[in-house]
Each structure stands twice: as structure tokens, then as C-alpha cells.
């Protein structure tokens, strides 16, 4: 039996995996509690603290670029539409998107974090945005610590909060996940939820947040680890959807997962080919947003898998 240390988040994917009602078969899975799973992916990238880990993609992505010894398999945990996740104050006179330019516009956490991502790039791809005339204000350092971001990426403003920099006037506009109920912040993009779905129906690209990685060594050792690990994963989702079906007992998380499903179908599609449009929009936005010093190639991203699986 192979024993392996896994941090991942409490979501309806993965508890089947948690209770044990998914058989392990020779792996043995000592989850680790991190609260939030934000720092599980620092310490990954950081010390490789454990086995398995859920990773947000960019960070990943950022990791492999700087050459950490890590490696994801075809397995997206959690995602969303973004055009949601873009706020700026009524005061700031903000008409449209393309208005960013020549703002400063705080990010919620890192530069690099996967949210923020998404959202610069539909800015940019979507509303002629020129992510280079923005001024970008994190509110936290990057999960890898090597990461060195671009000329117009302004740090002076951590340890404030998102909204703490929007009501004090220090910019304009935020991007990642944030929740304000303050009435001087309002969405960016009106109807942002039909919006995004509407951006899906034309483009077919579904983002993804969250992937896993492991250990290359591990990989490297065990040659068969990935294909059982990403099996796991599958017949643990295959449980989830038949808990969306049954449609009792829906935490808020399940609902919205059914509403993404409606617009989407599988709600939480594994594998490279069913997301290679995502993967491929991820890869162009991080090369062109300097989170990655080039466009990373897609075949070197995912361990090896064998072709039925």
C-alpha cells in the first residue's frame, strides 16, 4: 500500500474521497486540513509539504515556469464564469471597461491568482481593455516566492483589503473574488452572470480555477500513480452528479454547480481534450499578462496518462 499526504478543499467532488465511500484500492490518503486550501498551494510551491495538492492553475502554471518540481493532472476542481468578479465605485465615473486605463485597479490576493487572471484577460480580449496601461494593486505577496511580476504590478498597497483600497480612493476598480455590500461599490459588467454565459455560448471556452498536482518524484518512482489517482477523482465526481440529480439536501455550492451545469452541461469536465479551449485561453493570458516568461507548451503541463483513461 502506498501512503500519500493530500491537502484538497471540503467540496462535493471531493468528499467522497474524505468519508471513504470511494475504495482506495493500494493507496492509502492522509488528507491534511488546511484552512483556507489558499495555503496549502503556498506551502506546495514553496516546501512541496505534500503529496497531492489541489493548486490553483495559475499558480501552478507560475510554479512550472520557475522550474518546481511538481506536475498536475487533468483534474479541475473548482471553476467559474468571471465577468462577475470585476467591482469599481460609483464615484470613479467608470463607463465602461476600456475607462481602466490609466487607473489603478487592486487585485484580491496575488497578481498570479487565477481569478484575476481570467478576469484581465476578458478585459482585455473582450472589451479591447490595454492591460499594460493599468496600474495593478495586490493586496498579498505571490505564492511563489521567485515570481517576479511585470513594471505596472504595485505591491506598496499589501496587506490592505480590497475594499479598504476602493473606499479610500487609492483606485478605482478591483478584479478576483470579492465581497463588498457597500453601496458605494458597484459591478463593472452589468448582467455579468448572463454575460459570462453568453461569452461561453460564442466561445466555448469554460474556465477553470483549480487543478491537483504531485510530486515529480513520486510521479517518477510510480510510474502508475497518475492514471489511479485521476481514476479516484473520476468515480468520486460520478458520486457527486448523481447527488446534483438526486437534487435533495443541495448545499449552496450544489446549486450553483446545477446552474453552471445548465448553461455548460458537466458542470466539472476532466481531462485535456474537454477543457483544451480553456487551457489553451489560460496559457495565451498568462504569457501575455508576464505570469509565465512565455507561453508554456500544453503537452509538457499534465502527467502522463494512458489512453483509455
Known sequence: MRSLTVALGDY???????????????????????????????????????????????????????????????????????????????????????????????????????????????????????????????????????????????????????????????CDAAVGDIRSSSPAIRPLIANARDVGAASFRKTGIYPLNHAVVVKDALLEQDPALAAELVALFETAKVRYLAHLARGAELSAADRAAQELGAVVGDPFPYGIDANRKALDAILDFADEQHVTPSRLRLDTLFAPLPAAA
Do not use: Q
Not at 15 to 44: H, N, Q, W
Not at 69 to 78: E, G, N, S
Not at 79 to 106: K, Q
Open 12 to 170: 462535493g467532488l471531493t468528499r467522497p474521497l474524505k468519508d471513504g465511500s470511494v475504495p482506495l484500492g493500494r493507496l492509502k490518503l492522509d488528507f491534511v486540513s488546511v484552512e483556507p486550501i489558499t495555503a496549502a498551494m503556498r506551502r506546495m510551491v514553496r516546501g512541496l509539504d505534500f503529496d497531492v495538492c489541489e493548486m490553483a492553475f495559475t499558480t501552478y502554471l507560475c510554479a512550472k515556469a520557475l522550474g518546481k518540481p511538481i506536475t498536475a493532472l487533468p483534474v479541475f476542481l473548482t471553476r467559474n464564469f468571471h465577468h462577475r468578479a470585476a467591482v469599481c465605485t460609483v464615484a470613479s465615473g467608470i463607463a465602461s471597461p476600456r475607462d481602466l486605463a490609466g487607473r489603478a485597479v487592486a487585485v484580491n490576493r496575488g497578481y498570479t491568482v487565477t481569478t484575476g487572471l481570467w478576469v484581465r484577460g476578458i478585459l482585455s480580449r473582450e472589451y479591447g481593455l490595454d492591460l499594460d496601461k493599468v496600474t495593478w494593486l495586490p493586496t498579498d505577496e505571490e505564492h511563489v516566492a521567485e515570481y517576479r511580476a511585470p513594471a505596472n504590478v504595485d505591491y506598496s498597497s499589501r496587506g490592505k483589503t480590497v475594499e479598504e483600497l476602493l473606499l479610500s480612493g487609492r
